[in-house]
């Protein structure tokens, strides 16, 4: 697998009519190019009364995202943060006033902020930012439910936040969220979230809930390519594509170790046939899966069969490209919303109130992309070498 980096179009577009402020305000931060991280950020509208401001939102949000870096996982951890900080290294994040913001005016703007403008600012700054897998930008689409947000209503109905990420597989950035009331809605807010991408010439990636007719025709008529998984809950695609003679294609294989395991893959790749009625689909695949672990000094192996079909032709996605494209798709998983569970501990937040659950959970997410780009593998560690060189923090906004 190569990678490149690479600009490209503006990708954010509100989908609501209500606010046609963000298509300006998204556009405008693509049009900056190189622009800092810390200038971006002033193009999110404040939603507080000019009377009273002592401290700009630019800057308190940039003071969230550089705690965040640090490692910082509530609004308490993020004002002793800045509360740590110089008056010079706070003024390049925008902060001037000599006393530095309180715990309690982060949670207030932080709730009361417009989450759908924050998302597409820093979405659209982050695009500018990413790379291309084999010469195309390759976007993995997933949901994840922010369960410490749980909050339950006077009819006893319990619900969280669910947030829909589309991330780029090659850089490990976040380039548009959406927020759903349930996981069950997940369906719809992917064609919404793929409103708001420009996915021309892009290949998106999603797991076997989006399987879905209408999802691959919004994906192509937006002049992108779709890679679905295909499970039992579309029973009919599913069991045409393990009537296809799987033992007459050639497999190409792959192995790769570590962790403490040894994983075999097998990809084969055919052509979708006529009676296969998909729309656009081109290429379906079955992927073999072999996992041979040492558990207890004995060896024990785990075989999972997936299908998977693409719109994308064999010119454009030959096995072994295909391949990587379906790997990489997990890459949201292990590198996103792992690391905000585990590093983050976002699911025993207790952070409930208002747009305060998503808004932190963006500011995590735009730290996880900050340290990626900046080369870091384990987050955990670069959460630690942060948190003792907050210059270097100051530079990741600034430069």
Same mark, same amino acid.
């Given at each position: 697998?190569?990678?490149?980096?690479? =600009?490209? %179009?503006?990708?954010?577009r509100?989908?609501?009519s209500a606010?046609?402020?963000?298509?300006? *305000?998204?556009?405008?931060a693509?049009?900056?190019?190189?622009a %800092?991280?810390?200038? +971006?950020l002033s193009?999110?509208?404040d %939603?507080?009364?000019?009377?009273?401001?002592?401290?700009?939102?630019?800057g308190l949000?940039?003071?969230?995202?550089?705690?965040?870096l640090a490692?910082? $996982?509530?609004?308490?951890?993020?004002?002793? #943060?800045?509360?740590?900080q110089?008056?010079s290294?706070?003024?390049?994040?925008g902060?001037?006033?000599?006393?530095?913001?309180?715990e309690?005016?982060?949670?207030?703007?932080?709730?009361? *902020?417009?989450?759908?403008?924050?998302?597409?600012?820093?979405g659209a700054?982050?695009?500018?930012?990413t790379?291309t897998v084999?010469?195309?930008?390759?976007?993995?689409i997933?949901?994840?439910t922010v $369960?410490?947000?749980? +909050?339950?209503?006077?009819d006893?109905?319990?619900?969280?936040?669910?947030?829909?990420? &589309?991330?780029?597989?090659? &850089?490990?950035?976040?380039?548009?969220?959406v927020?759903v009331?349930?996981k069950?809605?997940e369906?719809?807010?992917v064609?919404?979230?793929?409103?708001? *991408?420009?996915v021309?010439? =892009?290949?998106?990636?999603?797991?076997?809930?989006?399987?879905?007719?209408?999802?691959?025709?919004?994906?192509?008529?937006?002049?992108?390519?779709?890679? *679905? +998984?295909?499970?039992?809950?579309q029973?009919?695609?599913?069991?045409?594509?393990? $009537?296809? %003679? #799987?033992?007459?294609?050639? =497999?190409h294989?792959?192995?790769?170790?570590?962790r403490?395991?040894?994983?075999h893959?097998?990809?084969?790749?055919?052509?979708?046939p006529? #009676?296969?009625d998909?729309?656009?689909? +081109?290429q379906?695949?079955?992927? $073999?899966?072999?996992?041979?672990?040492?558990?207890?000094?004995?060896?024990?192996?785990?075989?999972?069969?997936?299908?998977?079909?693409?719109?994308?032709?064999?010119?454009a996605?030959?096995?072994?490209?295909l391949?990587?494209?379906?790997q990489?798709?997990w890459?949201?998983?292990?590198r996103?919303? #792992?690391?905000?569970?585990?590093?983050y501990?976002?699911?025993?937040?207790?952070?409930?109130?208002?747009? &305060?659950?998503?808004?932190? =959970?963006?500011?995590?997410?735009?730290?996880i992309?900050?340290?990626?780009l900046?080369?870091?593998?384990?987050?955990?560690?670069?959460?630690?070498?942060?948190? &003792?060189?907050?210059?270097?923090?100051i530079t990741?906004?600034t430069?």
């Amino acid at each position: 697998m190569s990678s490149s980096r690479t =600009a490209s %179009p503006p990708p954010a577009r509100s989908v609501d009519s209500a606010r046609p402020t963000i298509d300006h *305000l998204v556009d405008h931060a693509v049009a900056r190019g190189p622009a %800092p991280l810390v200038g +971006t950020l002033s193009l999110v509208a404040d %939603p507080r009364a000019r009377r009273g401001v002592r401290h700009c939102l630019s800057g308190l949000l940039g003071a969230g995202i550089a705690a965040a870096l640090a490692g910082a $996982r509530s609004f308490a951890a993020v004002a002793q #943060w800045t509360a740590d900080q110089d008056a010079s290294q706070l003024a390049q994040l925008g902060l001037d006033r000599p006393a530095p913001p309180s715990e309690a005016t982060f949670r207030r703007v932080f709730t009361h *902020l417009d989450p759908d403008m924050l998302d597409g600012v820093l979405g659209a700054w982050f695009w500018t930012r990413t790379a291309t897998v084999e010469g195309r930008r390759v976007i993995a689409i997933d949901g994840k439910t922010v $369960r410490g947000a749980r +909050t339950t209503s006077g009819d006893g109905i319990s619900e969280a936040p669910h947030l829909v990420a &589309a991330f780029d597989h090659a &850089a490990g950035t976040v380039l548009g969220q959406v927020a759903v009331a349930a996981k069950s809605n997940e369906i719809p807010s992917v064609r919404t979230l793929l409103k708001v *991408l420009d996915v021309t010439g =892009a290949v998106v990636t999603l797991d076997a809930m989006h399987t879905q007719t209408d999802t691959a025709q919004t994906i192509v008529q937006a002049g992108g390519d779709y890679v *679905l +998984t295909v499970k039992a809950n579309q029973k009919t695609l599913y069991a045409a594509c393990k $009537r296809l %003679p #799987w033992r007459d294609i050639p =497999a190409h294989t792959g192995v790769q170790t570590g962790r403490g395991r040894r994983t075999h893959r097998a990809i084969k790749v055919t052509t979708v046939p006529a #009676w296969i009625d998909f729309h656009a689909a +081109t290429q379906i695949a079955q992927v $073999r899966r072999t996992v041979t672990r040492t558990v207890k000094g004995r060896q024990k192996k785990t075989v999972e069969i997936v299908y998977v079909i693409t719109s994308a032709d064999h010119r454009a996605a030959p096995p072994p490209v295909l391949a990587a494209w379906i790997q990489g798709h997990w890459s949201i998983e292990n590198r996103l919303h #792992w690391v905000r569970d585990v590093t983050y501990d976002e699911d025993r937040s207790q952070i409930r109130t208002g747009h &305060a659950p998503r808004v932190m =959970a963006t500011l995590r997410s735009t730290a996880i992309g900050l340290h990626r780009l900046a080369g870091a593998t384990n987050i955990a560690a670069a959460l630690r070498h942060h948190a &003792a060189h907050p210059e270097k923090i100051i530079t990741m906004m600034t430069s």
